[in-house]
């Protein structure tokens, strides 16, 4: 999957947090205590001693060598997310779900509450040279707090002892829901401020600031009557808008679309392959054939869909962009020999053989009947039953009708005028394709019946 972790220390989400040695790759230990996931860890500057802090509410001061509790602070009632130190090992400031941040000294396990957040606490910081912290919530503003100069005897039982901030770096409203478009190219956001935001997937790009919008409203008006089939989900869960694709249906979505400025010459693309190949346009595969049309090729797909060179991604182990993170990436550092030996080993099978096979899916068919329009059609036989690319246009079928059932005809611009096609007594348009038809006119599973009228 591809999307749009604690270093240095194992995270877990079970309640017993586990050691290993890098060099050998080997596990040296485990550290049981809390009893429920571990959110949070520091190791000491000298690796004796490890802070951890966890959705149960407590933090715990560990011993590496004797891998033992020594310590436990229980200031928190939901959880302690965020842990820092202070410098040379004496204190610590723990953020908690809670929003409360506490000050904990090491040696004498004295707790004092030091201030209350807005909302849950996410991460601290602390300023050595200000002598205050910086605190990260689960809103977008960042808050710097002074700490005071004399130690106070608060409680973990008093009132906070700081009441507002020193100052605030703001930040944007984070995007709180997400809706793609008919089209399948195109996604309408709204942020936490009731915004609205225009997307082009195809591009990686904000098309139009939609402002105050109704959502509803907004995508009925830019919906069409078209069907084309799901290739990725949008996800909206980190703030940003991340588009997730996955084996199953990513090259599902097969268009066909004009290439001259005569509206001549279809050409068939494929949008998950346009992404996939975007994405990597600057990988080299060890081991692929030189192919001498590979630059023609790239240059055609950086025509067609063009991302910018700092666009993210990420290699998922698991399903809709949920799992183990296995590397992230910019487009523009793929081709970097370090970066693409790492992708040369971690890149997927069905990504691999688009991008160096250059190999697609074939294409999805569509059964239908073609018959003389009659108010009360008889039923339908077996014979005179054809089968076509779900996105051909309707277009297509009345030139075939011209050409195969009534005869050819004087010329092409014609025909559209004097052959109409319909489909339960409704007439469709030429631009409309097979799919389109079945899934929002025909809609049932049988196969599609169309009937044409000579004008």
């Not at 965020?82 to 953020?95: M, N, R």
């Not at 040369?344 to 068919?365: A, C, Q, S």
């Amino acid at each position: 999957n591809w999307i749009y972790i604690l270093d240095k220390a194992v995270v877990s989400t079970q309640s017993t947090g586990r050691m290993w040695d890098p060099r050998a790759c080997t596990k040296t230990g485990k550290l049981k205590g809390h009893t429920e996931n571990v959110k949070a860890l520091v190791l000491s500057p000298d690796g004796t001693q490890l802070l951890s802090g966890g959705t149960d509410g407590t933090v715990r001061l560990w011993s590496i060598g004797q891998h033992r509790c020594i310590a436990t602070f229980r200031n928190h009632t939901q959880g302690a997310w965020a842990i820092a130190v202070a410098e040379g090992w004496t204190k610590f400031y723990s953020g908690g779900r809670e929003a409360t941040l506490f000050e904990s000294d090491l040696k004498t396990s004295e707790s004092t509450f030091l201030l209350k957040e807005s909302a849950s606490i996410l991460d601290v910081v602390v300023d050595n040279e200000s002598n205050s912290l910086w605190v990260g919530t689960t809103k977008t503003s960042v808050n710097k707090w002074e700490l005071p100069s004399v130690k106070s005897n608060h409680t973990i039982t008093d009132k906070p002892l700081i009441s507002s901030p020193a100052a605030t770096i703001k930040g944007g409203d984070g995007l709180k829901s997400a809706v793609v478009l008919s089209d399948k190219q195109h996604v309408i956001c709204t942020d936490s401020a009731g915004n609205g935001f225009l997307y082009n997937v195809l591009g990686a790009k904000l098309v139009k600031e939609l402002g105050k919008v109704d959502v509803k409203e907004e995508v009925a008006a830019r919906n069409k009557q078209e069907f084309i089939p799901n290739w990725f989900s949008a996800d909206v869960k980190t703030g940003m808008l991340t588009i997730c694709l996955d084996e199953t249906d990513c090259y599902s979505a097969w268009v066909c679309v004009k290439d001259d400025m005569d509206g001549n010459n279809d050409n068939k693309i494929n949008y998950g392959g346009l992404i996939i190949q975007a994405l990597l346009q600057n990988w080299v595969c060890a081991g692929a054939p030189n192919d001498p049309t590979e630059q023609e090729c790239r240059a055609l797909y950086s025509k067609q869909c063009a991302l910018p060179p700092h666009t993210p991604f990420a290699l998922i182990e698991g399903s809709d962009g949920c799992g183990r993170t296995l590397f992230r990436i910019r487009v523009d550092e793929t081709g970097n020999p370090n970066d693409s030996r790492i992708l040369d080993e971690l890149i997927p099978g069905w990504v691999y053989d688009l991008r160096v096979k250059n190999e697609m899916p074939k294409f999805t068919k569509i059964a239908f009947y073609i018959e003389p329009y009659a108010e009360d059609p008889p039923p339908k036989s077996r014979e005179g039953r054809l089968s076509a690319n779900d996105f051909l246009a309707i277009s297509k079928v009345i030139e075939y009708v011209g050409d195969k059932i009534l005869g050819p005809q004087e010329g092409p611009s014609q025909v559209e005028h004097e052959i109409v096609i319909f489909c339960n007594k409704q007439q469709l348009e030429p631009h409309m394709d097979l799919r389109t038809v079945k899934h929002t006119i025909w809609k049932s599973g049988s196969d599609l019946r169309l009937m044409y009228m000579v004008t």
